[in-house]
């Protein structure tokens, strides 16, 4: 890929792009401390660490129309959505925070004519308003729980807003004349207020009566020019008649059954979901569940879980991704943390819950991001199978191409948003119930009763293209994963490299690899020196920023990134600060871009 600027979209020019270009060491650096120099030039970021400029143009037309100067919006794609953040922020906000609190959800208006395929979208938005004081933990709450609104989402919703075609839901439920036009659109399509309303006065109470207006030829003409207006502005570009057919090429991708391209407007042509999918019997399409982004898997699969179960504290096993142990730690009773994942650590646990501890669920990745350790899923399902607990694998990192975890889990999360997308330019996530599991009657139950889809149909389109050739992406990133681990092993300046086929967790990882899987196209290496590590950051030739699971090489110095105010933490738990993250791409000849990066960290002069 060629050179991107610091602060661009990584990839160059893409609206709703996942990551930004962070070009060398220091740059990562500024990010961290919000230096200008750094900040003032990004077009974007990490999704649920930056909000996406559309998102944030739209909260300050709420505000201006709605708010007060003092507030500021975290906008959220439906009421149930924005009140958990405003029990979030309830909960951790200091009291002086909480004086200016609002939330405003906004609807379609039904008083105005609006095309049934925009009406079918629920283009709904839900707004917490809050003052700066209480901003930081509304947007604790977005970053932790990905419940916020996607950027396609409010870049749609904002334009029906300046339509005025969102308005507070109080607003749409209350008494409204029965006729009332569109004031915008083209002037063609505007036509002077038909009288539908009168009103009297009697006991100081305003009555409100409405008289049935015929409409004249020119009215009825109005009325259907309007409606093909709003259908070309907004109908044609959310076309959503193929949007269950690709929610269920989505499922059917994830469940291992859908292999090949189809048509999507032809469902006779996807094949059947086979009860045995996955290794597992009795499994069916409705036990995976698709939401915005990979956290949001996991935040629903803890929040089912203590609904379907008693409240107790739950197990972070192994080194995480920084927000799981967040959502453990932050919603509901807690959490204990083993960071390494070792087999000495089961041993803690095990005499834990040989002692009468008892726990929710043991939450784990596999492999681990970023070390690329994996537990020991068997002796985990055994002991969990002995002392009631449920366990929850997140297999991103790994995929369901190279490993099957399902047989050991109770529920299997993962980001779409990674490989399985693989063009950065879209956020997803899932989730799946093993209808084997002890718990599935009452997490079954849960979710039919709590959950609330909230995947907005642009995303759907774009994951379900981006994904249909997810299997055989996954075969040439492995390929290339390892040839860069042999060129960084063979370098002296390398003091490790992190890789499932090279870890000393590869038996466990064994155990759940598929006959033709690989090892995955994450690594992560350190060298001998923080200034080796710099120089042979700032020297790679590949994009350079946050996220993984890209088709093209994505490096990061990825604790700095996702650790920098806990680098001495991190490093408790046998995280190198600086570690460099490397995702792996489908291009050619990435072991020459490395050993060209390697033969710059040579120049490195290091005094003794």
């Given at each position: 890929m060629p050179s991107i600027e610091l602060g661009d979209s990584i990839p160059p020019n893409?609206?709703?792009?996942?990551?930004?270009?962070?070009?060398?060491?220091?740059?990562?650096?500024?990010?961290?401390?919000?230096?200008?120099?750094?900040?003032?030039?990004?077009?974007?970021?990490?999704?649920?660490?930056?909000?996406?400029?559309?998102?944030?143009?739209?909260?300050?037309?709420?505000?201006?129309?709605?708010?007060?100067?003092?507030?500021?919006?975290?906008?959220?794609?439906?009421?149930?959505?924005?009140n958990r953040c405003l029990d979030f922020i309830r909960d951790k906000a200091p009291?002086?925070?909480?004086?200016?609190?609002?939330?405003?959800?906004?609807?379609?208006?039904?008083?105005?004519?609006?095309?049934?395929?925009?009406?079918?979208?629920?283009?709904?938005?839900?707004?917490?308003?809050?003052?700066?004081?209480?901003?930081?933990?509304?947007?604790?709450?977005?970053?932790?729980?990905?419940?916020?609104?996607?950027?396609?989402?409010?870049?749609?919703?904002?334009?029906?807003?300046?339509?005025?075609?969102?308005?507070?839901?109080?607003?749409?439920?209350?008494?409204?004349?029965?006729?009332?036009?569109?004031?915008?659109?083209?002037?063609?399509?505007?036509?002077?207020?038909?009288?539908?309303?009168?009103?009297?006065?009697?006991?100081?109470?305003?009555?409100?009566?409405?008289?049935?207006?015929?409409?004249t030829d020119d009215d009825q003409t109005d009325t259907l020019e309007t409606s093909r207006f709003l259908e070309e502005r907004y109908g044609r570009n959310l076309d959503l008649s193929l949007v269950p057919n690709a929610k269920s090429a989505i499922r059917r991708r994830i469940a291992g059954v859908l292999t090949e391209n189809i048509d999507l407007k032809s469902i006779t042509t996807f094949p059947t979901m086979d009860s045995n999918a996955?290794?597992?019997?009795?499994?069916?399409?409705?036990?995976?569940?698709?939401?915005?982004?990979?956290?949001?898997?996991?935040?629903?699969?803890?929040?089912?879980?203590?609904?379907?179960?008693?409240?107790?504290?739950?197990?972070?096993?192994?080194?995480?991704?920084?927000?799981?142990?967040?959502?453990?730690?932050?919603?509901?009773?807690?959490?204990?943390?083993?960071?390494?994942?070792?087999?000495?650590?089961?041993?803690?646990?095990?005499?834990?819950?040989?002692?009468g501890e008892r726990f929710l669920g043991l939450f784990c990745e596999f492999p681990g991001n970023p070390l690329l350790s994996c537990p020991d899923l068997v002796r985990i399902r055994r002991l969990a199978d002995t002392y009631d607990f449920a366990v929850v694998v997140d297999e991103t990192v790994g995929t369901f191409v190279n490993v099957n975890v399902l047989p050991y889990a109770d529920v299997v999360v993962s980001s779409l948003t990674k490989i399985f997308s693989g063009d950065c330019n879209v956020m997803g996530g899932s989730m799946i119930l093993n209808p084997n599991s002890r718990y599935y009657p009452s997490l079954k139950s849960v979710m039919t009763a709590e959950f609330e889809d909230t995947y907005w149909a642009e995303d759907v389109i774009f994951m379900e293209r981006n994904s249909r050739d997810f299997r055989s992406r996954i075969d040439r990133v492995n390929a290339n994963a390892e040839a860069i681990c042999e060129v960084l092993i063979a370098h002296p300046?390398?003091?490790?490299?992190?890789?499932?086929?090279?870890?000393?967790?590869?038996?466990?990882?064994?155990?759940?690899?598929?006959?033709?899987?690989?090892?995955?196209?994450?690594?992560?290496?350190?060298?001998?020196?923080?200034?080796?590590?710099?120089?042979?950051?700032?020297?790679?030739?590949?994009?350079?920023?946050?996220?993984?699971?890209?088709?093209?090489?994505?490096?990061?110095?990825?604790?700095?990134?996702?650790?920098?105010?806990?680098?001495?933490?991190?490093?408790?738990?046998?995280?190198?600060?600086?570690?460099l993250r490397i995702s792996v791409g489908l291009e050619d000849d990435l072991t020459s871009i490395f050993a060209r990066a390697l033969k710059a960290a040579e120049t490195v002069q290091v005094t003794e």
């Open positions: 893409t609206a709703h792009a996942v990551s930004v270009s962070l070009p060398t060491w220091e740059s990562n650096i500024g990010y961290e401390e919000g230096q200008e120099w750094v900040v003032g030039t990004m077009v974007t970021g990490y999704p649920r660490f930056f909000i996406h400029k559309s998102i944030q143009a739209f909260g300050r037309d709420i505000i201006a129309k709605y708010g007060t100067a003092e507030q500021q919006a975290m906008l959220f794609p439906t009421r149930k959505t924005a009291q002086s925070a909480l004086a200016s609190l609002d939330v405003i959800h906004l609807v379609l208006d039904p008083a105005k004519k609006t095309p049934e395929s925009l009406q079918s979208a629920t283009p709904s938005i839900s707004a917490v308003l809050c003052s700066a004081e209480a901003y930081p933990f509304a947007k604790q709450y977005w970053q932790h729980s990905g419940d916020g609104v996607s950027s396609r989402r409010a870049e749609f919703c904002h334009g029906l807003f300046k339509e005025n075609l969102l308005v507070p839901a109080d607003y749409a439920s209350s008494p409204r004349p029965v006729q009332q036009k569109l004031c915008r659109g083209p002037k063609r399509y505007r036509r002077t207020a038909s009288i539908d309303d009168t009103s009297n006065v009697s006991n100081g109470t305003q009555q409100h009566q409405q008289y049935p207006v015929k409409l996955r290794g597992i019997s009795n499994f069916k399409e409705d036990d995976i569940y698709l939401v915005p982004c990979g956290m949001n898997a996991i935040f629903t699969t803890h929040q089912a879980l203590l609904k379907a179960r008693e409240p107790r504290k739950s197990i972070n096993f192994g080194f995480p991704y920084v927000d799981t142990l967040k959502i453990l730690q932050k919603f509901g009773p807690g959490a204990i943390f083993y960071g390494r994942g070792s087999s000495e650590d089961l041993d803690d646990l095990e005499s834990r819950l040989q002692s300046l390398v003091t490790k490299v992190y890789y499932p086929k090279y870890n000393e967790s590869r038996p466990n990882y064994e155990v759940c690899k598929l006959p033709n899987g690989g090892y995955g196209g994450l690594l992560s290496c350190t060298l001998k020196t923080k200034a080796h590590a710099m120089a042979f950051y700032d020297a790679l030739e590949t994009a350079k920023g946050p996220s993984l699971g890209t088709n093209f090489t994505l490096t990061s110095p990825y604790v700095v990134l996702a650790h920098y105010q806990e680098l001495d933490w991190a490093a408790s738990y046998g995280v190198n600060p600086d570690l």
